[in-house]
């Protein structure tokens, strides 16, 4: 169902003089102005939220489409978001202590190929600053929290910062993400390997099932999974996963790799590689997946869905509801409504 709205011709204008300024500050001006423009404006810009209810993972949603988890972090513009029309929103990454992240420059634009190449790094002001904005959270939409590691905290000790992040958001989020897939920060993407995912998540899934009992309410958790996943990894994830009772994957992060980029500049920066370009390794892990846990398993695809049709492309690879980011940066909002009216 469409309905009129003005930001994409909007969006068209402000691009140019966005494109214009060093990346991380245009990524700063519209978080600033999300968060600050009035509600009244932003309705008129961004039109009715699509309105196509589903269920997925015991949370009602009014729509597939949800905001991939490192726009907004530390959550300041969470009502601009659900004004745009998600119907859910990632917030996060958020460590149980404030971080600055790696040394700026570290996001890339690559408009040729649609993509960005990024090693932020885990910049975020804390879990408890996130835990304080989302008591006053506007709740049209659904609210994930995506939680991540200090840099400075031992691998052997990733366990601990997970658990405070878990208790300090627990009764403030619709769902909780554990994201083991970043590759900025050292190591990381190590705790999906065997020996440490399995004890990992058995912990933190008992950490969960303690609060629920406590607060009385059952929050799903959720995995994000990177796309450089060898198939046997993928599988093996799948098995662990369902084992575990883990209650979604989402698939996938950013990617290490550089495929097709021969010959962009940008494409030598170090950092994981987002949009367009990532596509096809975040299409391939969800298809493993899905055929993998079968139909009923919930499980989130992002990477790469610049349009309506990249979205069912999506959705037919087995992904039941769908998260953007770098498809935000090249189109607008305008993709919000685009994707939700295919799906
Ligand atoms: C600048 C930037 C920062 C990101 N930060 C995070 C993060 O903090 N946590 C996370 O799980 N994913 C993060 N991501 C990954 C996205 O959530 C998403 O998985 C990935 O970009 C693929 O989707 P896309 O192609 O639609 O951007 C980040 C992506 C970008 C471009």
């Known amino acids: 169902m469409k309905t009129p709205s003005h930001s994409g011709g909007l969006y068209a ?3 140019p003089g966005l494109f214009a300024l060093e990346p991380e500050r245009a990524h700063e001006l519209t978080l600033a102005a999300l968060a600050r423009l009035p509600a009244v404006a932003q309705r008129m810009m961004f039109g009715e939220p699509a309105h196509a209810p589903l269920e997925f993972c015991g949370l009602r ?14 959550g300041v513009a969470i009502a601009g978001w659900m ?6 929103v990632e917030l996060g990454t958020v460590t149980p202590r404030p971080q600055p992240g790696n040394p700026p420059p570290r996001l890339f634009r690559l408009p ?37 590691k200090n840099a400075d905290t031992p691998l052997a000790r990733a366990i601990d910062d997970y658990r405070l992040g878990l208790e300090a958001v627990y009764s403030l989020a619709d769902y909780i993400t554990v994201n083991l897939s970043s590759p900025n920060t050292a190591g990381l993407r190590e705790l999906q390997e065997r020996d440490r995912f399995e004890p990992l998540l058995r912990e933190l899934l008992q950490t969960r099932d303690r609060l629920a009992d406590r607060h009385g309410r ?5 995995v994000k999974l990177a796309p450089d996943l060898a198939d046997a990894e993928v599988d093996r994830l799948a098995d662990a996963a369902a084992t575990l009772g883990v209650d979604g994957l989402i698939a996938t992060n950013t990617t290490v790799m550089r495929p097709g980029l021969e010959g962009c500049a940008p494409a030598a920066e170090t950092g994981g590689l987002s949009g367009a370009p990532l596509a096809p390794l975040a299409e391939r892990v969800l298809r493993r997946l899905r055929l993998r846990l079968g139909p009923s398993y919930p499980l989130v695809g ?10 069912a492309r999506r959705r037919e690879a087995g992904a039941d509801v769908l998260q953007i980011y770098t498809g ?16």
């Open 13 to 15: 204008l402000a691009r």
């Open 112 to 148: 040729s190929r649609r993509a960005l190449i990024n090693r932020m790094g885990f910049n975020n002001a804390g879990v408890n600053a996130l835990a304080e904005r989302l008591r006053r959270a506007p709740r049209e939409a659904a609210i994930g929290v995506n939680l991540g």
């Open 83 to 88: 004004r745009m029309g998600f119907g859910f």
């Open 328 to 343: 935000l940066i090249y189109r607008g909002p305008t993709l919000v409504r685009e994707v939700a009216s295919v799906v």
């Open 218 to 222: 059952y929050r799903p958790l959720l």
């Open 302 to 311: 992002v990477g790469g869905i610049l349009s309506g049709e990249d979205a």
């Open 61 to 74: 949603l009014r729509n597939r489409v949800g905001l991939a988890a490192g726009l907004d972090k530390d």
